[in-house]
Structure formats: C-alpha cells, structure tokens
C-alpha cells in the first residue's frame, strides 16, 4: 500500500477549516511531461498524414496555386474550368473576402486533382516491373521502355523528399497469379524431387485441381486482392505465425550478432546505455517518419510497413491463436539482470535521456545486491513454453494484482534488455567460441530472454552485443536495418576509458523493481524450465566463417552471388543426404503495399544437373560451368517472380485457406502444404542503410543471425555476405534427428564452396592459349 500511496499526485480532504489540498509537484510535472509529449505525438503524426497523402506533391504548392487563382480571377481571367465563378454562386455575397475564399477553394480543388494525378501515376508507374528481368550487368543493353519508365519514375519520386511512409499510398497490390501459372511452375519446381511415376500422379492431381475447385477457388482469392490491402499477409500472419501452438524459441524467433570485428568498448553498462539509446533515436525517426524509406536502385521504394510495430510491440499467447498488441508510446523499458525485472525510464523532463545517463541507470542495476522473487528467475521459461500453456497461466494468474501490474510494464515497454553473466566471445582460431555466442542469442538458457517481445537486447560482460527477435511481427530485414543503423552511429561515441561520450545533465530516475506473487505457479513454471531445457538442448548450431573468398570471386565469374550461394548449398546438401529435398530460400514482396516474403525453390531441374555432374567424372570443367551458369540464371529467374508477385507457394497457401473456408478438401493442396521443408535457408542483408560506408568502416558489418530447423530432419541456414572475401554461414539442425548434423554440412559447404572455385579455376586454364 505504501508504493500506492507515494503514487497518488493529488489528493484533497474537506474538514471543518475549509479544504486541505496536497499534491506532489513532481509528480504532476512527469504527468503534464508525458501528456504534452502525446499531443506532440498526434499533432505530428496528423501533419504526416496530411503529406503522405498528398506525396509526391508538396503541401506548400497549395498556397502558390491559390495565389495563382487568386491572380487570375482579380485580374479578369477565368481558373480552369471557370471554378471560382462556380463556387461564388453558394456564398452568401461577393465581397472581396468571399471572393478571396472562393478562389481558395478553387485552387484547392485543382491543387488536390493535381495531387491525386500525380499520385496514381506513380502508382501506375510501379506496377511496371519489365525493369527486375534486364540485365544489369556492365555492358548490357537496357531497353527503350524500361529506359523511359525510369525516367518518369526519378522524376515523380524525387520531385518532394519522401518520409518513411510517403510512398505507401503510391505502391501497387500485390497481384494473384493465374492457376494455370502456378500449376505450371509447381511442377517443374517438384521435378527433380520426385521419381517418374510420383511425379505422373501429381500432375495428374495438379491437372486435376485446376480444371475443377481450383476456378472457384482462385474467383475467391482474386474477390479477396480487390477488397484488401494485400491478400497474402494477413492471413500469412495469422495461420503461419499467430496460430502456431509450438514454443516461439528456437522455432520461430530468430537472432543476429553484433558487428564481431569492431569492439568499441568492454564496458557493459556503456554498451548498454549507447545501444537503448540509438534504438530509441532510431523509434523517434520512425515515429517522425525522419526515416528514410528503402529504395531500391535509388528510385524504387520497398514497402515500409513492418517499422510501426518494431517498438513497443508484444506477442500476446492465446489458448487458440495469439495476437499482436502494439502500444502508441511508451517511456520505458525493461531490464532483466541476475533473474530480476527492472523497470527503467528513458525519459525523463521532456527528453530522452542521454547515453552517459542510461548508463548511470544500468550500472545501478549490475552493482544492486538485490535477488529474485520465488519464481522470478525462470519467470521468462514461461514465454518458451507452447503457446496453449503460456496463455492458460497467463489468463489465470496473470489478470489481476502486482502479477498483472508487472506483465503489462513488460509487454508495454519499448523492448527489453538482458544484461547477461557471462561474455560474448569471438576468435576466428577459436570457432566454437562464435557457436557459442550464437546459442546464446538464439534461446539463452531458457528463462533470461522474453520470446513475447519483439525484440530482446542481449549484452555480455565484455560489451559485446546481440538480439532475440520474435517473427510475427515483421521480417529480418526491418531489424537488420535497426541494428546498422546502430552501429554505424555508435562508432566515435565512446571515450578513451570506454564510458559513454558526454556528462549528464541531471541525476535520471533510479529503475524500479518489478514485484511478482508467483508461488501458486512454481510447478508450472518448473515444467516450463525443464521442456524449455530440452528444446534448446537438442539444438545443434554450428556459425561458419568462410573466408578463402567472397563476392568479389563470384562477381569475376558473372554469377549472381545468391544464386552462386544457393547452388552451393544445393550441392552440400546432396553430398550430405545423399538426395535432392524441398528447398526454402525466403525472398521479399516489399515491392508492393504490405508485402512480406515469398518463397524461391533453388531445388530445380538445373541445379539437379548441375550438382550430380560435379560428382560425375565424365564431365569437363566446361560441362560443369555451363550447366551452373544455367542453374544460376533459371534460380535468378525464381528470384525475379518471387519478387514479382508471381511465385508459387503463398499463392498456393491462400488457395488452401479459401478451401478450409469453404470446407472444400483438396487432395492437391493437401499434399502441397504437408510436404517439409529440409532445407530452409535465407540470405541477411546488409547495407539497407546509406550511412553504411564498408570502405570507410571496414569493421563495421554484422556477423549477421540464425534460426532454428523448419523441419524435424532438416537444416537451417542463415547466410550474410559480408564482403569480398568474408561469408558468414549460421546453420542448425537437431541432434535428435538422427540424420543431420550441423557441423558436417558446414564441412560439405565448404568443400561445395573449394570445388566450385577450383572447376572455375580449370576451365580458365582449358580455355587460355597455350
């Protein structure tokens, strides 16, 4: 009751003197504080809505057309379409203010026409995407359409400086594929895959649906494309994410690293305090949209809607489905150190705090001697259990008193940080050492990561850096933009002692303690531990450093470098199953509103060929660079539909939700959606950020990130390029697989990555004059 009381601002009393008022100064000055910084907010966030929906038009030439008509009319010329006459004839009279008026509507009606023009033009414009299948390579001949739309295109996107969200009423919807195309690229997709008479009976299935439900359902999903913003993601968000019932650790959330190769400072409350603040700064510019949206060869813009709920945004566990709650605003965060819940303010007398003050903040917090509650260390174990069980707890224990109190402050936070024990170390001699630091950011011992959150920060005691990044709400690459931007600003921010820059201007607001009453659930939080325990157990996670050479090789040899990658992941893989399987490589939409990812099947019938010619003897090195010149273009050519809108599998995922709607079965789609992905890879990637300068900052590039197996017996692989001569491969399995094992593909990956060099190598020297 004490902590109660000290909160009450204002309070007052009548007795028989008259009233007797008591208030806490203070306390009524962080209320006024924080409703003044809400208003800011909403009078911000209107002022950009009104110029995201004029873009690319500038809202300033509104007055410079109302002065045009006004110029017009009182010099005796008619406005267009005699629009000012037209509007005299409803106000009350014709003196100069109503005629003044007059004209002011007119030119806003021009002005709004000429905006809206402008608008759908360039919307028009960017459904044309004739431009992602011509050749970019030097010397290639761009054609005269492609040539003209990009003049049109720089012309309309640079005509006004954009905010994050200025071309999202300008993108095109993601558009549904025919049957027929779909049919037609699943089946050469699955060829290699399937022997003669299995690959008979599934076309015969694919013939099948497409000639009888597949009509009915594709009028469906196309009823579906007009009447949404896009017809794939929010399905996609509730039927792949949300109403998955297994553990978010290990199975969905994912990780990256820090930037191994530049160590700014060892002191892990200076760490601490420069990283929340760069995340915050980097919160403020997405909330002022100050952020500059991601164009693609500087005219192209990717869709910038998963930034919204990259702060303050929680994964709510549900008994059926979970849900996302992303709060407006938030003025904290939440600390997790030696097993105890921190709540810290990050502003404070109307700004945020300064690095030097959050790092005064977090070393309170590393030097308290106080414990955790019953309970309170294994408390996060909860968020690692199956999501059914997480919110059966949640629900009862969690709906009322200081269990409630505290939950929320951690669900509303803009994210958490996680203050570890022990160091991130990093040694290219000593590589289990970089495993290690990966298994640390993946799932942590179980109960020191909060899986809810969309993201956790993780900090060793050495300073070194790291996240835990739950999916739902947006792809890698929106936080792989937030954690460049982190360090690329961080660099010179520290001083010779390793102590943030800077002196604070004031004592900042000490954290305060989370209070937890968890005795009645011990024993669930206990079995939460022990399945937590064994999952990340089974976990078998090998980092690989690969630096004979990198893209600059790759590019020598004309070869796309994903394409270069993802054949020689092909190649590894069937060295170490001794078979072709289903093959994920995760590609983006963002070329359209709301797009998230679509699939790309490096699997196919020329990567097959390929991979089996260079384990045959009989083939030349010529033969053999041939036939991966081709398997890279037909992957290329993937790459380029998914990107499209035109790839195969989330077009056939919508199909089979509309049958489940329609409670129509479909062997097909039955089929299709049951088969399992034993080898799910995706690319991380760098330089989304135009301060990102490697020839200036070398060092300053991430190691990049992982995640789990998809599949029970399959692999997962996480690649970054991170510069000429340097990949980074994070790949794991499960050792309970029986069949998999981490460190072996690595070992396959590298040798697939040896000989590919070394058949470039031969055919050069069969082809040079003797």
Not at 9 to 35: K, M, R
Not at 100 to 121: D, E, H, N
Not at 166 to 187: A, E, I, K, W
Not at 527 to 546: G, P, R
């Amino acid at each position: 009751m004490a902590e109660a009381h000290s909160a009450v601002a204002f309070s007052f009393s009548i007795t028989h003197e008259g009233w007797d008022i008591n208030y806490d100064q203070e306390v009524l000055n962080l209320v006024w504080q924080s409703g003044l910084r809400s208003w800011k907010k909403r009078i911000a966030r209107a002022r950009n809505g009104i110029r995201n929906g004029v873009f690319p038009a500038h809202i300033q030439s509104l007055w410079l057309i109302t002065a045009i008509a006004i110029g017009l009319h009182f010099t005796g010329h008619n406005v267009p379409f005699n629009l000012v006459n037209k509007v005299i004839l409803y106000v009350p009279n014709h003196s100069t203010n109503w005629q003044i008026g007059s004209c002011f509507i007119a030119g806003l009606i021009v002005w709004l026409s000429i905006c809206f023009s402008m608008r759908y033009t360039l919307k028009l414009l960017l459904m044309y995407k004739g431009w992602m299948y011509e050749s970019r390579a030097p010397g290639s001949k761009i054609s005269f359409t492609t040539k003209a739309w990009s003049v049109a295109v720089k012309i309309l996107s640079s005509w006004n400086t954009p905010g994050l969200y200025s071309f999202q009423g300008s993108l095109p919807r993601l558009p549904v594929p025919s049957v027929h195309n779909t049919m037609t690229r699943y089946l050469r997709s699955v060829r290699p895959l399937l022997n003669d008479e299995d690959y008979i009976r599934m076309e015969k299935l694919a013939m099948e649906f497409k000639s009888t439900i597949g009509k009915k359902l594709q009028r469906y999903l196309e009823l579906k494309s007009w009447w949404s913003t896009n017809y794939v993601s929010d399905w996609w968000e509730e039927y792949v994410y949300l109403r998955g019932r297994s553990p978010l650790m290990v199975n969905s959330n994912f990780y990256a690293t820090d930037a191994i190769f530049q160590h700014l400072t060892n002191n892990q409350a200076a760490r601490a305090g420069m990283i929340v603040h760069l995340l915050l700064a980097f919160r403020r510019m997405i909330e002022r949209q100050e952020l500059q949206p991601i164009m693609v060869q500087n005219m192209i813009p990717l869709c910038s809607w998963q930034y919204e709920r990259a702060f303050n945004t929680v994964r709510v566990p549900g008994l059926e489905t979970d849900k996302i709650i992303h709060y407006k605003d938030s003025n904290h965060i939440v600390v997790l150190h030696k097993g105890c819940y921190y709540k810290v303010v990050i502003y404070f007398k109307g700004r945020l705090l300064r690095p030097c003050e959050i790092q005064i903040q977090i070393e309170e917090i590393l030097k308290s001697k106080q414990t955790p509650l019953p309970g309170e260390q294994q408390l996060a174990a909860l968020t690692a259990w199956k999501r059914s069980n997480w919110a059966e707890i949640r629900n009862q224990y969690f709906c009322r008193g200081v269990n409630r109190v505290s939950l929320q402050l951690i669900e509303s936070a803009a994210f958490v940080l996680s203050l570890d024990e022990e160091p991130y170390e990093f040694n290219m001699d000593q590589p289990e050492l970089l495993d290690k630091f990966g298994r640390i950011l993946l799932h942590g011992n179980g109960c020191n990561r909060w899986f809810d959150k969309s993201f956790t920060v993780c900090i060793g005691t050495n300073g070194r850096v790291g996240f835990n990044a739950e999916h739902t709400w947006a792809d890698a690459p929106v936080m792989g933009h937030t954690w460049e931007s982190v360090f690329i600003d961080e660099i010179g921010k520290y001083d010779e002692n390793g102590n943030c820059r800077g002196t604070p201007e004031f004592s900042p607001p000490l954290p305060s303690r989370l209070n937890w009453d968890l005795t009645l659930i011990l024993p669930k939080i206990q079995e939460a531990v022990i399945d937590a325990t064994n999952l990340l157990n089974d976990v078998d996670l090998k980092i690989f450093v690969h630096d004979s050479y990198g893209k600059g090789f790759m590019k020598k040899s004309k070869l796309s470098p994903d394409a270069y990658i993802q054949m020689a992941l092909q190649l590894a893989y069937y060295r170490d199953a001794k078979k072709f399987s289903l093959t994920y490589e995760a590609s983006m939409t963002r070329l359209f509103k709301e797009g998230r990812t679509e699939t790309v099947r490096p699997c196919t019938i020329e990567s097959s060929a390929w991979v089996k010619a260079m384990d045959d003897p009989n083939f030349k090195a010529s033969d053999r660079v041939t036939l991966l010149k081709k398997a890279c273009d037909q992957h290329q050519l993937g790459y380029q539909d998914a990107m499209c809108g035109q790839g195969i599998d989330r077009h056939l995922f919508c199909l089979y939700v509309v049958s489940k709607y329609l409670e129509v079965d479909s062997p097909f789609l039955n089929e299709v959606l049951s088969e399992p992905w034993r080898l799910s890879t995706s690319q991380t990637p760098h330089g989304q950020t135009p301060k990102m300068d490697l020839k200036k900052h070398p060092n300053c590039i991430s190691a990049g990130g992982g995640f789990g197996p998809v599949a029970d017996d399959g692999y997962g692989v996480s690649y970054i390029i991170a510069g000429e001569n340097l990949i980074f491969f994070h790949i794991s399995a499960k050792k309970s697989s029986g069949v998999t094992s981490a460190t072996r593909l690595a070992k396959n990956i590298n040798k697939a990555l040896a000989d590919v060099r070394q058949m470039f190598e031969e055919h050069e020297k069969a082809t040079q004059p003797n």
